[in-house]
C-alpha cells in the first residue's frame, strides 16, 4: 500500500520517478474541438448515422439521454470518492501488482511502461454476465458498494452494446455481429482516482494509449483531464452534463478494417483538485479470434490486419513508453506488419 498516492494525504513535491522531460509532457492545444454529443433519443437513422461519422472522424463522442438513470451515475459517483477516501487499512487487501489478478488496487497504468511512473491510482473490478459469484471478490466497504456498482455496470453495459447494434446498423452489416464471444467477455470497470499533484505540467495521469478492447463508456470527473489526440495535437474533453464520453478500442478497428480508428488519449493531473471517472470495457472472451471481417474485405481493400487471439492480442500490444520508436498501442496498421 505504501505505493497507493492517495495513502498520502497532500503530496508537497513530485518524487523524482514521476517526472518527464517537457518534450515528454507537450501541452493541449488552445484550439477548441469539441466532441459530438449524439442524443441517443433521437431518431434511429439519424443517432447511427451521427455515431458512425464520429467515429470516421476522431474516433471519440459524447452520448446523453442514453437510458443510464442520473442517480445511478451519482450513485456511482459518490460511491467511488467514498472508497478511495476510505482509511488504508481498509483497502490494503485489495492492493495487488500482479497485472492478471481480475480485481485489485494498484497505482499506476496497466500496460509495461519500461519503469516510467504515472500519476493514478485505480481500483480494477472484472464484472461477469450473467453475474455470478466471482463479484464476492469485490470489495464490501463502503456500505452498499456492490450494488451500486452491479447496477451501474449492467446499465452501462447496455448502453455499450446498443451503441455497437447501432454501429451494425449504420455499417451495413447484421444487427448482431457484435454479439457472442466479440462483446461476451468480463466487462472491466477501471475506477481511477488521480490525486492532486504538486507539478502537473511534468507528470501524467495516463500515458498516450489507445484501449484494446471493443468499446469503452467513460463516466467523466467534473474535474477535466482527459486529453484526446487530433490531427497532432492533444485537444481536452469538456464532458457534458450527464453524458458518457465513448471511444472505440482497438478490436472495432481491426474488426471493420480501419473503417473505425481507435484514438490515442492520456489523462492529465490537476494541482488542485483529485479527480475520479469511470471506465466501463466492453471485451471480447479471451479465446475470440479477432480479425478483418468479410464484410470489409475486396479485392480494392484487403486486409490490414492480422487475425488474433484476443488473449494473444492483449499479451503482445501491451508496452508503453514515451518517446518509444514503436509505440506498441499505437499505428496498430503498421506494427502488425512489422511483428
Known sequence: MENILHATPAHVS??????????????????????????LSCGRDEVRRSILEAGKELGFFQVVNHGVSKQVMRDMEGMCEQ???LPAVDKASLYSEERHKPNRL??????????????????????????????????????????VIEKFTSQTRDVGKELLRLL???????ADYFEGDLS????????????????PDKALGQPPHCDRNLITLLLPSAVNGLEVSYKGDWIKVDPAP??????FGQQLEVVTNGLLKSIEHRAMTNSALARTSVA???????????????????????PCYRTTMFRDFMRIYNVVKLGSSLNLTTNLKNVQKEI
Not at 14 to 27: G, M, N, R, T
Not at 191 to 196: D, F, G, Q, R, V
Not at 281 to 301: D, H, R, V, Y
Request: contains cysteine; hydrophobic residues 35%.
Open 14 to 39: 513530485l518524487p523524482e520517478s514521476f517526472v518527464f522531460a517537457s518534450d515528454k509532457v507537450p501541452p493541449a492545444t488552445k484550439a477548441v474541438v469539441s466532441l459530438p454529443i449524439i442524443d
Open 83 to 85: 472508497f478511495f477516501h
Open 106 to 147: 494498484f497505482s499506476g497504468a496497466t500496460y509495461d511502461t519500461g519503469g516510467e511512473k504515472y500519476w493514478r491510482d485505480c481500483l480494477r473490478l472484472a464484472c461477469p454476465f450473467p453475474v455470478d459469484d466471482s463479484i464476492n471478490e469485490w470489495p464490501d466497504t463502503p456500505k452498499g458498494l456492490r450494488d
Open 168 to 174: 451494425c446498423d449504420g455499417m451495413g452489416i447484421r
Open 184 to 199: 461476451g467477455g468480463n466487462v472491466i470497470l477501471n475506477i481511477n482516482h488521480y490525486p492532486s499533484c504538486p507539478n
Open 242 to 247: 450527464n453524458a458518457f464520453v465513448v471511444n
Open 280 to 302: 466501463t470495457f466492453i471485451m471480447p472472451t479471451q479465446e475470440c479470434l479477432i480479425g478483418p471481417a468479410k464484410e470489409f474485405l475486396s479485392k480494392e481493400n484487403p
